[in-house]
């Protein structure tokens, strides 16, 4: 999967520069409406475009020997061209979604004039499968968002999308996403951290207001205007997640105080084994001893003890860090799309539950906070593997999003939660 800075290079040929123009054109002189009518007629019209030079250069592409590896790159840098320009428009927004449903819903086959256009109809086919039009989809779930809060339980996991901006960078690319289109996902995460981030604030503000209000128990006591809770968990959940993920875990420290400290001991480690073995008893001081005891913290001892062995002599470094940490994210969530074996994070939700595992993972990111994005990709991991699922067949893997959603809100982002204090 692509990151901010890498993106799939490749020659374009002059007939894909005319396309390009083509639509560069008319995204800056046609509304939505008239420009997916555009784009409809060319791509899925059969050779009855009005600009003959166009279609020919369009031709031209579907019928290259190499089309069937290099068509999907073609048609999605195309779609962007229209994508990046509406989504700086908040009420062309909306567009975006019926761009991409031309491709769900594709025009009757009806009259096909050339091989041409024959090739196009079994490029636009082929299209649908790929890694880009999936992109495409995440994306217009994302600008959909009323899905995410309207929708059955037995809708698939991906309506979802647009709840989890830490998601967007590794669902929302794809190999060949140019750098305005990353600034476009970039764009569009920021703003849906920064609403989620002050809907939080907001919903927490209330519920101490009301708290304090209930409490003083005063008929004068003016009338709270009520705040939704802006996550798919229960008020009483959230309210145990705010309280789990800020207040004290250990003793009198916080998840924050217990990295902090943990930081300022381990940096005079004499070894990197011995830095492994500081780790185990931070990861392991508040584990439920009834289910450590059972294997995971063996299983946790001796995944650490394989980690980097041969380095085992060496002081610990930064480098030896990250990749510590990394590994141990593979480790508790899961490894790669290619092993999606994510036995113990499942085991770890059963027996501890959601709002414990969320917190394991938030102690090893803020101790070694470049990891951050890598836990993210392991969230998407899962996230893509479970996509099509109806989402009340994996309660958990959509708790554990929300709970994640929280914690990174909380530790990373500019939630001002600074009234808990006032009721812990």
């Known amino acids: 999967m692509t990151t901010w800075t890498d ?48 279609w020919l250069a369009l031709e031209t592409v579907a019928t290259s020997k190499r089309a069937e590896q290099e068509f999907k790159f073609v048609l999605n840098r195309c779609c962007h061209i229209l994508i990046n320009r509406w989504q700086m428009q908040p009420h062309l927004q909306g567009s975006i979604p019926e761009l991409v449903a031309l491709f769900e819903n594709p025009p009757p086959v009806g009259a096909v004039y050339s091989r041409g256009a024959r090739r196009l109809r079994q490029l636009l086919k082929l299209f649908t499968e790929t890694e880009q039009f999936l992109t495409l989809r995440r994306l217009a779930q994302v600008m959909s968002e009323t899905a995410a809060t309207t929708g059955s339980d037995s809708n698939p996991v991906g309506t979802l999308i647009c709840r989890y901006p830490y998601l967007y960078e590794h669902c929302l690319l794809s190999e060949d996403s140019s750098y305005e289109h990353q600034q476009t996902v970039r764009q569009i995460q920021s703003r849906v951290q920064r609403r989620f981030e002050l809907d939080l604030s907001q919903y927490v503000t209330y519920q101490v207001r009301r708290a304090q209000s209930m409490k003083s128990q005063s008929p004068n006591s003016r009338i709270i205007q009520p705040v939704n809770n802006p996550t798919l968990l229960s008020d009483r959940e959230l309210g145990a997640a705010l309280k789990q993920f800020v207040g004290k875990v250990q003793g009198a420290d916080t998840y924050r105080d217990i990295a902090q400290s943990f930081l300022t001991h381990s940096s005079q480690a004499s070894s990197y084994s011995a830095f492994k073995d500081d780790l185990y008893e931070y990861l392991t001081a508040t584990i439920d001893p009834a289910y450590g005891k059972r294997q995971f913290n063996d299983r946790l001892y001796n995944h650490l003890q394989k980690t980097l062995a041969h380095n085992d002599s060496q002081k610990p470094t930064e480098f030896l860090i990250i990749r510590t940490c990394s590994q141990l994210l593979n480790f508790l969530v899961v490894e790669s799309p290619q092993r999606p074996n994510h036995f113990v994070f499942v085991d770890l ?37 479970y996509e099509s699922s109806a989402k009340d067949g994996v309660p958990w893997l959509v708790k554990s999003l929300e709970y994640l959603n929280v914690a990174l809100s909380v530790h990373f982002g500019s939630a001002d939660l600074s009234c808990l204090s006032q009721i812990m």
């Not at 123009?21 to 409809?40: A, G, K, N, T, W």
């Not at 059963?350 to 993210?376: D, H, M, Q, S, W």
Request: proline letters at 5%; one cysteine or more; a positive charge.
């Open 7 to 54: 993106s799939y290079i490749r020659q374009t040929s002059p007939e894909e520069q005319q396309l390009y123009d083509h639509l560069l054109y008319y995204v800056q002189v046609e509304s939505p409406d008239e420009l997916i009518e555009r784009f409809r007629y060319l791509f899925m019209g059969g050779a009855r475009y009005h600009e003959p030079q166009i």
């Open 349 to 385: 939700i059963t027996n501890l539950g959601a709002t414990f595992t969320t917190g394991l993972l938030l102690k090893i990111v803020l101790l070694c906070r470049k990891v951050k994005p890598y836990l993210e990709k392991r969230f998407a991991i899962l996230f893509n593997h």
